[in-house]
């Protein structure tokens, strides 16, 4: 496709880092896209104090596991190179997508063990908040195509723009569109004492957050939707949601730090990274 030309994957040398790679390969085939493999030797400040050949040995073993890596990754027909440097692995990895002009950049999440949810540190968010470069985190073992891809929208125009950037890049024409809004519970009805008014008020708010999504789903011309009322808040609604449906991809769009109403300056984001089991893609349109 056009424009697809750069992946950059970091990588941290983890048990889990071939689903990262095989992700990255899987899309660079379907895209014709060249993979850059980042990997940041960061030992901190006294890194300065340490010998050269210190750090020649470090970055050979680094390059000797990701080839022994990619060993298990079919990496026929792609193009790639690996790049190892001293720095923190989230600057490393958004100079070197700015550098390249990559238009994605793929990471993984540290798997816990007994089904739990894959947690992010904070090098994952530094790299959503300024990388301002599309981003996947990869939770899961790459098991081929995405099958069940949601796309979650603010009803933003830059929502939109990653239903349009997923479908591109996934080469998948069919993904639903779902807008949560949070209800008036039965606590905020009695704190105000509306508790008596509690059908008036809970009808309104959802006749208005229908008539919103409604005026979304017209400007853009959108197919597949739904809406999705929750009592416990907009963050548990998605979760539930996508804990329900089996999603194995959830896409997000943001205009970024800057935008205080947009997914990645709050919360949502954040608490989506770190609670859900499903990969996700993070839109961010560049500047």
């Not at 790679?21 to 901190?44: M, Y």
């Not at 099958?147 to 929208?153: M, P």
Request: hydrophobic content about 35%; proline content about 1%; some cysteine.
């Amino acid at each position: 496709m056009k424009g697809f030309e750069n992946i950059v994957v970091g990588l941290d040398i983890s048990k889990h880092s071939t689903y990262v790679l095989q992700k990255a390969f899987t899309l660079a085939k379907e895209n014709s896209s060249k993979v850059t493999i980042v990997h940041a030797i960061d030992k901190g400040w006294f890194s300065e104090l340490f010998s050269a050949s210190n750090f020649e040995e470090l970055k050979s073993h680094a390059i000797t596991t990701i080839k022994e890596q990619l060993s298990h990754v079919d990496t026929k027909e792609v193009e790639y190179d690996i790049l190892i440097d001293k720095d923190s692995g989230s600057e490393l990895v958004v100079k070197t997508a700015k550098e390249l002009n990559a238009y994605l950049i793929i990471i993984g999440a540290n798997e816990k063990d007994h089904d739990e949810v894959a947690v992010l540190g904070s090098t994952a968010h530094k790299i959503a908040q300024n990388g301002r470069v599309p981003m996947i985190i990869v939770k899961n073992p790459c098991e081929g195509d995405y099958k069940n891809i949601v796309a979650f929208t603010d009803l933003s125009e830059t929502s939109f723009k990653s239903l349009v950037f997923a479908k591109e890049l996934l080469n998948q024409e069919r993904i639903k569109t779902v807008y949560t809004y949070k209800q008036m519970g039965e606590i905020a009805l009695k704190y105000y004492n509306e508790d008596k008014n509690k059908q008036k008020i809970q009808q309104g708010i959802k006749e208005k957050e229908n008539a919103k999504f409604g005026n979304f789903i017209k400007e853009y011309d959108l197919k597949d939707t739904e809406i999705v009322e929750s009592n416990l808040g907009v963050n548990s609604g998605l979760v539930n949601y996508v804990k329900s449906n089996n999603n194995d991809l959830v896409v997000l769009g943001s205009n970024g730090v800057s935008n205080p109403n947009s997914f990645v300056f709050g919360s949502t984001t954040s608490f989506l990274m770190e609670n859900l089991k499903s990969d996700l893609l993070i839109y961010v349109p560049k500047k």
